[in-house]
Structures are given as structure tokens and as C-alpha cells.
């Protein structure tokens, strides 16, 4: 077990594991995480998960931790990890189960003011346009040979559907396709999950919120993402729902006999792996990428949904009900991407678990309005709590893999926030402060009380403080819809 005492302070809001910590470890952790953050982290394993990460063959210096950081699947939900081409390894317990699980972010000229009487109406329209909860299908039934296209296509799929504009794909992280996807390397049965859940919610932590733009901290980010104090903007958190999560499961299995074939040791069997440039590894990661693209277009189609519950609602009641894109972006994911080591240009294979891309000000990758800024980065509250959007910086890029935190993060296990929060209590405190709720189930909804998790505005100070991301806009719920 790690304790505070093996953990260096750098400085306030970063600190270190050395590589000396354990004989395997081959990089250092860093931490990117306030004191009072820290201690409480120490009361789950998932800093002995990032300890155990740093072991994996080929993995760059350093393994990386962000505040919101909890134990996960092998790999702590909040981490990132870098591991060298060609023949690092892919982990897929180092992505996570739901591929592509990502947030987007929809801005708007709506006042606060004209739109607040038909709040109630607007939750109901949302809750209708937007399928949600556990196994629900969606209005796109598809052939096995139209899933293939969306594998392949991701939200240019959408886009041809007539279901996207030019705009949406441009303002969505690789442009809402990740190239080298193969549907031929998905199981038959992650493919009969994936085929009726397209456009679809699923449960969980998965929302959709109306939010009011509260307060501006950078006037010239704001402007280029078209947010304004007190207009409305909507966000959406979802994945690739069980297409996803079975791709996740079918190779966590597959690669337990590769791990043996390439003579791998692990201090953790979750964090099973294989080396990028082997026939499994080339196999997960095109299969992954398959997951990544149905994720994107999924966001996009329920971006098309509520696009038409908003009209519904507000068509002729305010001036302007459009709903135009700020950004998409994901925090399960294995990019293969360019940084800058030691001042020399090295491609890696960058896991994102529970972690959001935050690219700095120049960055290529990025639409001509954001390069000035940097990329925008969406970090989620849980519903009676703020959410935050930020840009990265010069110095994400070279300290934290162009990563930053993406979300307030979990400080309460599912089960037990459901044993100690009454749904019916919880929904009825949400209303009275101002907040519409739709959900699907009172214990789900108490599995995502805002007591379950972190204060996601010290994540946000932690990651703005540490130079990581900065801090743009702060956001807070009126219409919240849950799985």
C-alpha cells in the first residue's frame, strides 16, 4: 500500500511517487492533487494501481494522476499512461470498459430569464427525444452492415444521415472518426449489443443536462466557444454503451493468454496487455477504435435529439433556440500521438482512463478557432453541482501527456451511496433548489448524488492551479436528465 510518507510534494498541487517506491517500477507517478485530495485518495487502491501501471514494458516517464482519481478496473479511473511505439503494450483495463465514454458540450443565445418558464416542459422533451437507461434501444435499428459504416465512420455517419453539420465534426475531437477501425475485429456478440443502441443515453453516470453559462474566467475563450453569462448551454456523458463494454470484455479475456505468449508480468492480471505491434495488440486496438467511433457518433445523434426537443419547446417562445457545438471530447481512450521528451519528438500510445485530452495553444489537431486558445476540456459535475469548461495549456503538453482531470470523480461506491441516499429525498431537495429531474430509477438516481462524489470545483482549482488546464466558464444545472 502506498502511504503519504512514500509520496514526495513538489509543490501545492503536485507530487510524486518515486520510481525507487518498488523494485518494478520502470517511471515515476506523478500527482497533479491538492493535500487534502491526496489523503483522502488513500483510502482506496488507486494509488497502488498507478504504481502498478509504471511497471508496464514500455511505459514513458511519468505515469500521471489527476485529482479526481478513484480505484478502477486495474487502472485508477483519472490516470494516464504513455507507452512507447512500436512495442509498448495497449492495455485495455488502462482505457476502460465504456470506449469512448466522452462529454459534449452545446452552446446557445438562449437568456436564462425567457426560457426558465418552460424548464418542466423542456425536461420532458429531452427525457422523450433521448432514450435512457439499461439496455434501451434507440430509433436506429441497424443492419450488421450499416454498424460496420458507424464503426468505421463515426459521427461522419451522423453527418451523412443528415443528423450533423460540417461544424459538429469539426468541433469534436479527430473530427468524430478515428481512422484505423476494423469492424472485423468485433465479436458477433458486441455487435448484437451495438446494433439497436445507437442514439441512445444508457444509465449510470450518463446524462444530459441544461445548464446556465454562470460565470466567465477567460472573455476570450468564452468568446471563441460562444459562451455568454446567463445563456443557456447543454451538455451530454455518454459512451459506446454495451457495443462498447463487450469489445472491453471479449480482450481483457483474449489477452490473458497473450500476456503469457510474450512473457509479460504483471503485478495485477486487470492490467492485461499485449505489445502494440503484435497481431492482439494491432487486433484491440483497431476493435477499440471501432467502439471510439460508435461513441462519437452516438453523442452526435442525441445532439440531433435534442437539438429537436429544444425546438419543440421553444420554437416560437424565444428568438434564437439553435444549439451550436462547443467541443466533444473523450476520457476513455488509447491515442496513438507526437510529444515532445527530452526535446526530442516520440510517438506514443497515450491511455486516457477517467482523463480528458487537453492540448495546448498551436496544437494542429485542433479546429483554427480553438488554436489560439488551446483545446477545450469538460469536466462534469453531478447534477446539483457545477460543471467546469477549461482549455489545456503549454503545460499540459509537457508535463501531464496533454492530459487534464475529467470529472469531480467518485469518493462513494455505488452500492453504497445507495444504501445511505434516498432517491425520492434527493430528487425532491434537487427541485426545491431549482433544479428539473428526469430518471429512470430512484436507487440510480441516489448512485449519482452529488455526496458521492468529489467537490468538483477544488478538482477544477487543482488542475487551473498546477497549469495544467485554465479555467474558462463555470456552469450550473437547471434540467438534468439520468438513465
Known sequence: MVRLQDIQKINDYEWEIPKTHRPDMRVAVRLFISRRLLEESLDDKSLDQAVNAATLPGVMEPVVVMPDMHQGYGFPIGGVAATRL?????????????????????????????????????????????????GTEGAY?????????????????????????????????????????????????????????????????????????????????????????????????????????????????????????????????????????????????????????????????????????????????????????????AHNMGKIETHLVGGTKVKVCVHRKGATRAFGPGAPELPESYRSIGQPVLVPGSMGTASWVLVGTEESMARSWGSSCHGAGRVMSRSQAKREIRGEKLRSELETSGIHIRAGSLPGLAEEAPQAYKDVDEVVETVHSAGIARKVARLRPVVVIKG
Open 86 to 134: 512500436p512495442n509498448g503494450v495497449i492495455s485495455p483495463g488502462a482505457i476502460g470498459y465504456d470506449i469512448n465514454c466522452g462529454v459534449r458540450l452545446m452552446g446557445s443565445q438562449i437568456e436564462f430569464q425567457a426560457a426558465e418558464p418552460y424548464f418542466s416542459d423542456m425536461a420532458a422533451a429531452l427525457d422523450r427525444h433521448c432514450p435512457s437507461g439499461v
Open 141 to 329: 435499428h441497424l443492419k450488421e452492415s450499416e454498424l460496420d459504416q458507424v464503426c468505421r465512420q463515426g459521427a461522419r455517419w451522423a453527418l451523412k444521415k443528415g443528423l450533423a453539420t460540417e461544424e459538429d465534426l469539426l468541433r469534436t475531437e479527430e473530427g468524430g472518426c478515428l481512422e484505423g477501425a476494423d469492424p472485423g475485429k468485433v465479436s458477433s456478440r458486441a455487435k448484437k449489443r451495438g446494433l439497436s443502441q445507437l442514439g441512445t443515453l444508457g444509465a449510470g453516470n450518463h446524462f444530459i443536462e441544461v445548464e446556465v453559462v454562470e460565470q466567465i474566467y477567460d472573455q476570450e475563450a468564452a468568446r471563441a466557444m460562444g459562451l455568454q453569462e446567463g445563456r443557456l448551454a447543454l451538455q451530454i456523458h455518454c459512451g459506446s454503451r454495451g457495443f462498447g463494454h463487450q469489445v472491453c470484455t471479449d480482450y481483457v479475456q483474449e489477452l490473458q493468454s497473450a500476456v503469457h505468449r510474450y512473457g509479460i508480468k504483471l503485478p495485477d492480471r486487470e492490467l492485461v496487455c499485449a505489445p502494440l505491434d503484435s497481431p492482439e495488440g494491432k487486433d484491440y486496438l483497431a476493435a477499440m477504435r471501432s467502439a471510439a467511433n460508435y461513441a462519437f457518433c452516438n453523442r452526435q445523434i442525441l445532439a440531433h435529439a435534442a437539438r429537436q426537443a429544444f425546438a419543440e419547446v421553444l420554437a416560437g417562445k424565444v428568438k434564437d433556440w439553435h444549439l451550436h457545438q462547443v467541443y466533444d471530447i
